[in-house]
């Protein structure tokens, strides 16, 4: 008999009518041979039987441990004024009056990173997206809202290029660059990656 039938039959004795009980001890005692048929308390679960609950997190993915892993929280965590280009010079870039960047965030410069964010296509070649934005939230690509210019980082892959993922938060690796870029005299971003491969989102 199992533990659950055990403590079924424990539960109905509990529950007898007084008056079986009374019948009972009118009658004379009689030696209990052999142990008890229900016990006091149920038994210990063998340690054998035992299955050790699932890790909290996943494992990492395969080479992500070459990578420090950052976030938008990092990222997007401090205000950047633009600077104002109304009379910016094609070859004169409009620098900001004063640092932006804080240096924890400038340390990042030149590290491989591991970024979670969504995707933006900015150029395809062969079914591939070479050239993307990764994306704070999806403000830009949903509702069309523009981010602020610390809330989103320009990739250009390194290699072919990766699959189109859209709606679901993905991992880019690769190298990072922090500071001030400028296009034609414009500021045009603060963050750039150089991709070396993506995960997610099944392997996040």
């Known amino acids: 008999m199992n533990v659950i039938c055990k403590i079924s039959a ?33 038994p210990a679960a063998d340690a054998k039987s035992v299955k050790a609950a699932p890790a909290a997190t996943a494992p990492a993915a395969k080479g992500a441990e070459d990578y420090l892993t950052i976030g938008f929280d990092k990222l997007a965590g401090f205000t950047y004024d633009m600077p104002d280009e109304s009379s910016v010079k094609t070859n004169a870039p409009a620098k900001p009056a004063k ?26 070649e062969g079914g591939l997206i070479t050239e993307l934005l990764i994306l704070r939230d ?57 991709g070396e491969k993506m995960a997610g989102p099944l392997d996040l």
């Open 10 to 42: 424990a539960a109905l004795l509990a529950l007898a009518p007084l008056s079986v009980l009374a019948a009972d001890s009118a009658q004379p005692a009689k030696k209990v041979k052999g142990a008890p048929i229900v016990p006091l308390t149920a």
């Open 138 to 194: 999806q403000s830009m690509c949903c509702y069309g809202s523009v981010p602020r210019i610390n809330e989103w980082v320009s990739v250009k892959m390194t290699g072919k290029g990766v699959k189109p993922i859209m709606d679901q938060a993905v991992t880019l690796y690769g190298s990072l660059k922090v500071g001030e870029m400028y296009e034609n005299g414009y500021l045009v971003g603060i963050y750039a990656l150089d």
């Open 99 to 124: 640092e932006q960047i804080p240096a924890d965030v400038k340390k990042l410069n030149n590290q491989r990173v591991a970024l979670k964010g969504f995707m933006l296509p900015l150029k395809v």
